[in-house]
């Protein structure tokens, strides 16, 4: 029979917007947080992290905002390029003992020329 | 070059058959992890290993095995008990305090 997948949802950006990925993480003692790209076929490649003594992190084109009281983290990516099209994740852990980092599902983020 | 390398890239089994995946890496990380992913879903954790000869269950254990017998290496069971083993598998190391660095990914497809 026929086999239906889930679809991630979906952010589409025309070139050169800026672009903001949203995620809800769950666990409230978590101080550690990542997000991750993944292209089609390969594996997720690290893009920027945050810790939770600090809101804003910055990088190259990319700013990672952390909410701690409503547990929400967002990513901002300046001027969307075609090549910064893929499926995002973003990960969280509590770095204690036998930690082990929490994944969302993931967005696509889809850049129209 | 550091690194994380998976082989191979592309794998196909036989109903009933065991496989087993490799990952090596060189970075002289202490944490190793095996990630399965699905069409249009995140990354589930199968088994992870925070030092070499010991490693716990993750979230989908059943149905896989794996060994820690030298730190660069962490070897994925897939054997005939996993009744769904179609997926996209992926290793990831780390120091255990940062991030998890990820390998190519190794594509198994059931025949």
């Known amino acids: 029979g026929e086999s239906v997948g889930l679809h991630l949802p979906t952010l589409s950006v025309q070139e050169g917007d800026n672009s903001i990925i949203n995620c809800a993480y769950s666990?409230?003692?978590?101080?550690?947080f990542i997000w991750y790209k993944q292209e089609s076929g390969k594996g997720p490649q690290f893009i920027i992290d945050?810790?939770?003594?600090?809101d804003k992190r910055q990088g190259q084109r990319v700013t990672v905002l952390l909410n701690k009281t409503v547990k929400h983290l967002s990513l901002q990516i300046a001027a969307t390029q075609p090549g910064d099209s893929a499926v995002y994740f973003c990960?969280?852990?509590?770095?204690?003992?036998?930690?082990?980092?929490?994944f969302g599902k993931g967005i696509t983020l889809s850049v129209r020329p | 070059d550091g690194g994380i390398t998976q082989s191979p890239k592309y794998l196909f089994r036989k109903e009933g058959q065991n496989v087993t995946l490799s990952c090596e890496q060189n970075?002289?990380?202490?944490?190793m992890y095996w990630y399965r992913q699905d069409p249009g879903q995140g990354l589930r954790l199968i088994y992870y290993?925070?030092?070499?000869?010991?490693?716990q269950k993750g979230d989908i254990a059943e149905g896989y095995s794996v060994s820690r017998e030298k730190k660069e290496s962490f070897p994925l069971t897939v054997t005939s008990a996993q009744k769904n083993p179609t997926a996209f598998y992926l290793c990831?190391?780390?120091?255990?305090?940062?991030?998890?660095?990820f390998g190519p990914g190794t594509r198994l497809t059931v025949l």
């Open positions: 990831a190391s780390s120091t255990g305090l940062s991030e998890q660095f």
């Open positions: 666990n409230s003692a978590s101080d550690y």
């Open positions: 945050i810790r939770s003594n600090m």
């Open positions: 990960a969280e852990q509590f770095t204690g003992a036998n930690s082990k980092l929490t």
């Open positions: 970075l002289n990380h202490d944490a």
């Open positions: 290993s925070q030092i070499v000869n010991d490693f």
